[in-house]
């Protein structure tokens, strides 16, 4: 089913200009989750295959003017489209991604139009806002979850309840579902940042503090840190780090319980997700949020 | 009635997000032409007003993204987003403003929410063509017409064609229209950048051929020129001009004819859209097409 929204992806693409395919087939096609989920949640449903196909296009998109704005060279180990062709291919890539995804997503019924249109605009406020929050120590736990909840779960909340409704099942419940999920998936992803390797991650790895970014282990870590600890950690705010100061950072996040507490939040989520569509005990949906926690990229 | 569509932009742009619409604020709101010519085709039609916003919110944005990449430092006459901020700032609030306008326009039919997506996916791909012709002298004619319909033409077309449907008139009419207005309105754009100085055109002029953009009027010249001339037009193309070179440029393109045929070809357009809606016969539409062709910025 997935070489299914692959190919519809391509057809769409190919429709609208030969050379925004090609660009297109340079870019990394990603684990595609949120295709997975539409199509676990709605397999019977014919639409799926073409809202899996929008929902891509549209997350595709979204990545492109990402690593523009984060500067990012590269994505999940290959080199981004800024950095193989430069910035101005990526957001003209992303426009047409965008936009034919909409073309596209105009075909379906007005809650799923409404409810996708708006997670983008969300989406892009959670750019703005992570963006915004990078210029300085940003340590308001509210403010993460706002951010994390706009950049990353609105989408897959917004996926999910649309793929409820194809398959006539509970739209609110499934909302939940792929909210939290969202949620514990940014979560994980921050925490990888600080445990993992740059080879796992296909990025350079404790990167997100070098940004400015105070990514929820950090906030934790910070509370429970001593005054001169405090102020060791401010002083490698933004700073390019050696590895005794990436030591230092790693074993605080360990001793601190910092990582260990993000990750059980994580999971809180997660289990969260599950009971919210609980009366559909869907061991599929299950090994979605067991695979997203316990994953090691 | 702009005021109208003015307040209702700032009321969907502050519902979205403070920063952006702070942001938002700092940008030249032009001409407003799709707005007016909304207005002007539908005014007894209450959506008018709501139209009017979501088209110029579109519009906006692709200048946003448009200034990102030309890497365009001035919009008319004041600096551009991604000069006061950067290009970061220019992609994210473009996306903002792309993505609250199609959340908005799923509100109206779908005739209107697939014309208007259409044409935002193939203004996208305008500007991809645009930025690709740039690599190179481009001087096949139809290559040229199809990229300024795309990059310009489209969404004036969809904009028209829209209005026409509240306003219960004839929406294949009001299409070619805006259609031959829109590329009446290029051309004189593209005229401009060769007869006009920068301090009435707000950005430098006699831009495009630096920038490597073979406009119609460039397509004409070169054609006319016999080859010791040809020679001299190539080994200025893309070059920083000195006075001497502007001066050569300049009086070719009066002396080859090759201006007086661009406007001709342009009030050719402007002629052939007022023919279109002859049976409404509108004083105002015909402003429109004289105030646009007759411009000196």
């Known amino acids: 089913m997935i070489k299914e929204v692959e190919s519809l992806m391509h057809k769409y693409i190919a429709g609208v200009d030969p050379f925004a395919l090609k660009l297109y087939e340079n870019i990394s096609c990603g684990k595609r989750l949120r295709a997975k989920l539409i199509l676990k949640i709605a397999s019977d449903s014919k639409e799926a295959v073409k809202l899996a196909a929008v929902v891509e296009m549209i997350h595709a998109a979204s990545l492109l003017h990402d690593d523009v704005i984060d500067e990012a060279v590269t994505r999940r180990g290959t080199p981004s489209i800024n950095a193989t062709h430069d910035s101005k291919t990526a957001v003209m890539l992303g426009d047409i991604l965008y936009s034919k995804a909409f073309y596209e997503l105009s075909y379906f019924s007005s809650f799923i139009v409404q409810k996708i249109s708006d997670a983008v605009t969300k989406l892009s406020v959670g750019e703005l806002l992570d963006v915004t929050y990078s210029n300085s120590l940003q340590l308001d736990e509210d403010k993460y979850f706002?951010?994390?909840?706009?950049?990353?779960?609105?989408?897959?909340?917004?996926?999910?309840?649309?793929?409820?409704?194809?398959?006539?099942?509970?739209?609110?419940?499934?909302?939940?579902?792929?909210?939290?999920?969202?949620?514990?998936?940014?979560?994980?992803?921050?925490?990888?940042?600080?445990?993992?390797?740059?080879?796992?991650?296909?990025?350079?790895?404790?990167?997100?503090?070098?940004?400015?970014?105070?990514?929820?282990?950090?906030i934790y870590l910070y509370k429970s840190l001593n005054e001169s600890d405090k102020e060791i950690l401010l002083k490698l705010y933004k700073k390019e780090l050696d590895n005794d100061e990436k030591k230092w950072i790693k074993s605080k996040m360990q001793e601190s319980g910092a990582i260990l507490k993000s990750i059980e939040l994580a999971r809180k989520l997660g289990y969260e997700a599950l009971e919210a569509i609980e009366e559909d005990k869907s061991l599929d949906l299950e090994k979605v949020i067991k695979e997203m926690i316990e994953r090691e990229f």
Chains 1, 2 share one sequence.
């Open 146 to 218: 706002d951010m994390i909840y706009k950049k990353t779960a609105v989408l897959i909340e917004a996926t999910a309840s649309s793929a409820a409704l194809l398959a006539g099942k509970n739209i609110h419940a499934y909302g939940v579902y792929g909210k939290n999920l969202g949620l514990a998936f940014q979560i994980i992803d921050d925490v990888l940042d600080i445990t993992s390797d740059s080879q796992k991650l296909g990025k350079p790895a404790l990167a997100d503090f070098k940004e400015g970014k105070t990514t929820l282990p950090y």
